[in-house]
């Protein structure tokens, strides 16, 4: 709307239509419809995206979550099924363990050394795929002899053919300070 004020002090409001041919009106509207739509439809999209990126880290936290259950009842077969047939597994302080047998002998050796264990997903970040997920979080163990572990670990998990959610490598490592070597090491001059 225009203002216009004459010397009378007297108001005449106008239309901006009534006194131009702007067209704005009519070729407006189509555009202002369809802007309308696709944003409409556009969010939609991202909803249906962020619920299937929800349901897939849903389900790699419950499987991670199910993985530590399984490895607190110190069950080694289930514990050892959750791994794909060619994870890596890469624990501290050791070389990398790269096959099934090696990945089983590793986890009894942990089996038959702590009393509890227990671990928790803090974030997980799904590739845009649906699926391959990164899972970081923090353990907790108790040994044989009482004494306590807490950690962190890194777990790439893949989603196999069949849906199911297997880890394809983990690595983990203790947040307590480094045991001070008891003999010096190859080639390590000693101090008089």
């Given at each position: 709307?225009?203002?216009?004020?004459?010397?009378?002090?007297?108001?005449?409001?106008?239309?901006?239509?009534?006194?131009?041919?702007?067209?704005l009106d009519k070729a407006m509207k189509p555009e202002v419809l369809f802007l309308s739509a696709y944003i409409a439809l556009l969010?939609?999209?991202?909803?249906?995206?962020?619920?299937?990126?929800?349901?897939?880290?849903?389900?790699?936290?419950?499987?991670?979550?199910?993985?530590?259950?399984?490895?607190?009842?110190?069950?080694?077969?289930k514990?050892?099924?959750?791994?794909?047939?060619?994870?890596?597994?890469?624990?501290?302080?050791?070389?990398?363990?790269?096959?099934?047998?090696?990945?089983?002998n590793l986890w009894k050796g942990f089996l038959d050394t702590f009393i509890d264990i227990s671990w928790k997903t803090t974030r997980v970040e799904v590739a845009k795929s649906g699926d391959m997920a990164v899972l970081t979080g923090t353990y907790e163990m108790t040994m044989n002899d009482g004494s306590k572990d807490k950690g962190k670990y890194c777990e790439v998990w893949e989603k196999k053919a069949d849906g199911k959610w297997k880890v394809g490598m983990d690595m983990f490592s203790s947040d307590l300070p480094a045991q001070p070597a008891s003999s010096p090491g190859p080639g390590a001059v000693e101090r008089k």
């Open positions: 709307m225009l203002r216009k004020i004459y010397g009378s002090g007297c108001q005449v409001r106008k239309n901006i239509d009534d006194r131009f041919d702007s067209r969010s939609f999209a991202f909803v249906d995206t962020a619920a299937a990126d929800s349901k897939l880290e849903k389900a790699v936290r419950d499987a991670d979550a199910e993985w530590s259950k399984v490895a607190a009842a110190k069950d080694l077969d514990t050892v099924a959750f791994y794909a047939d060619d994870a890596v597994v890469l624990p501290p302080n050791q070389p990398a363990v790269t096959n099934k047998d090696g990945i089983r």
